[in-house]
């Protein structure tokens, strides 16, 4: 079992929500625990969905190719995130109050299920990245949806405090770097 990878890609995949829970914080926009779960459980969905279209590349190629293009493609998602910063998440962490429609401090579960959908695109080509390296889609989604959990939780509860830390502040380019770790960690695996 690939159990560094499942906790590194759960990690990787969700700094920027804790960069998004961050600016949230600051901006005193609350997350309640159940918003919260509504934003893990849509990253599991597509996690799972991305990691299954992943692991359906393994019938059609050789499991040593799908393992090699799996890593490459986590090299490159985290070398597209160094470049672009991702830019749709700026957006979003500038202007937190862009999914409180109702403007009233509080992202509902209507509004978070919005949210969701935007910070699980991160899961998407990573998803199948890992489903072509062959690693445990179960483990992997659970992994993405706790980490989801905690990230925009620490990052919303502790807003003002952690933006100004070093992780709060490089929370991009962290999960850029730990994407390409994790790439060049599974050429080596098996």
Not at 80 to 86: G, K, V, Y
Not at 94 to 110: A, M
Not at 115 to 125: D, I, K, T
Not at 145 to 164: E, P
Request: charged share 10%.
């Amino acid at each position: 079992m690939h159990w560094i990878t499942i906790i590194l890609i759960g990690i990787a995949a969700n700094l920027d929500n804790l960069g998004i829970g961050l600016a949230y914080g600051v901006k005193q926009v609350k997350i309640p625990i159940l918003s919260n779960a509504v934003i893990a459980v849509m990253s599991m969905i597509v996690t799972y969905v991305a990691v299954t279209a992943g692991s359906t590349v393994v019938e059609y190629i050789s499991p040593h190719t799908a393992n090699l293009l799996g890593s490459l493609l986590l090299c490159v998602i985290g070398i597209w995130t160094l470049m672009s910063n991702n830019f749709s998440n700026q957006r979003i962490a500038g202007n937190p109050e862009l999914f409180d429609e109702d403007k009233n401090l509080v992202i509902s579960t209507r509004e978070a299920m919005a949210l969701g959908f935007v910070l699980s695109a991160n899961c998407l080509a990573g998803g199948i990245a890992i489903g072509a390296n062959g690693i445990s889609a179960l483990w992997t989604v659970i992994s993405i949806g706790v980490f989801s959990f905690i990230t925009v939780g620490v990052g919303s509860r502790c807003g003002s405090l952690l933006a100004k830390t070093f992780i709060g502040k490089h929370s991009t380019a962290i999960s850029g770097w730990l994407l390409i770790m994790i790439g060049i960690f599974e050429v080596f695996a098996k």
